[in-house]
């Protein structure tokens, strides 16, 4: 079965915690990426893994870090959680990069709230 | 820079009425973009709906069309007869062939009524 699955669904945490969201997909794809939507945006992409120990950053890294050790997981980390990291995350893969196949599939999404 | 701008939601139509959703993109960095139209439905990811990575060509999937328009820049989502089943997010996406990044647009929420 196909499947990017996001964990946890819904998370509220306070200013200054540290925050792990994780992503697994069951296809081998190369490619994942993490993304966030805030309300009247398009998603923002944050990060980008290529493979296993290999990430680059996106267009808004800051605040970010991730973490690629298997091909089939990627996590997002938020080192002491600020208020305007409070946004929906989504995780999703591809099955490689520079091949042409651009095609994302993407988890239900992770709903964050920093209070 | 590349960016997608689409009709701004929500959209609100009664079932068997026609849709369209407009779309238009700047591909400043990408020669050829590749333009996606991605639906998100209720509790779930976004999903591939149509794709057509040469202009001038269209795309259909579950009787949604769309057609790569390179002269106005424009990827319009069209729906002849709609059902209350469409209700979801529908996303505008342009990325380059290679596998480049993909870039989104902030979406239209789609309200069928019955």
């Known amino acids: 079965d196909m499947k990017v699955t996001q964990m946890p669904r819904y998370l509220i945490k306070r200013m200054g915690e540290n925050v792990l969201l994780e992503c697994g997909q069951d296809?081998?794809?190369?490619?994942m990426y993490w993304y966030r939507q805030d309300p009247g945006l398009g998603l923002q992409l944050i990060y980008i893994s290529y493979d296993v120990d290999s990430n680059s950053e996106g267009d808004i890294p800051k605040g970010y870090r991730v973490s690629r050790k298997k091909r089939e997981h990627f996590s997002l980390i938020l080192d002491s959680a600020k208020t305007n990291q409070t946004s929906v995350y989504f995780c999703?893969?591809?099955?490689?990069w520079g091949k042409g196949q651009n095609t994302l599939y993407f988890g239900a999404g992770t709903r964050l709230s920093v209070l | 820079g590349d960016s997608v701008t689409q009709t701004e939601g929500p959209v609100t139509v009664s079932e068997s009425e026609s849709l369209i959703i407009n779309c238009t993109y700047s591909?400043?960095?990408?020669?050829?973009?590749?333009l996606f139209w991605y639906v998100r439905y209720p509790g779930e990811g976004l999903q591939l709906l149509l794709k057509v990575i040469t202009a001038g060509q269209k795309g259909s999937s579950r009787g949604f069309e769309a057609t790569y328009n390179k002269e106005t820049t424009s990827f319009h989502l069209q729906k002849a007869s709609v059902q209350e089943s469409d209700s979801a997010v529908y996303y505008c996406a342009l990325g380059g062939p290679g596998g480049y990044k993909v870039v989104f647009g902030s979406g239209t929420r789609l309200l069928v009524s019955p």
């Open positions: 591909a400043t960095s990408i020669a050829y973009p590749n």
């Open positions: 999703a893969s591809s099955l490689s």
């Open positions: 296809m081998s794809h190369e490619t």
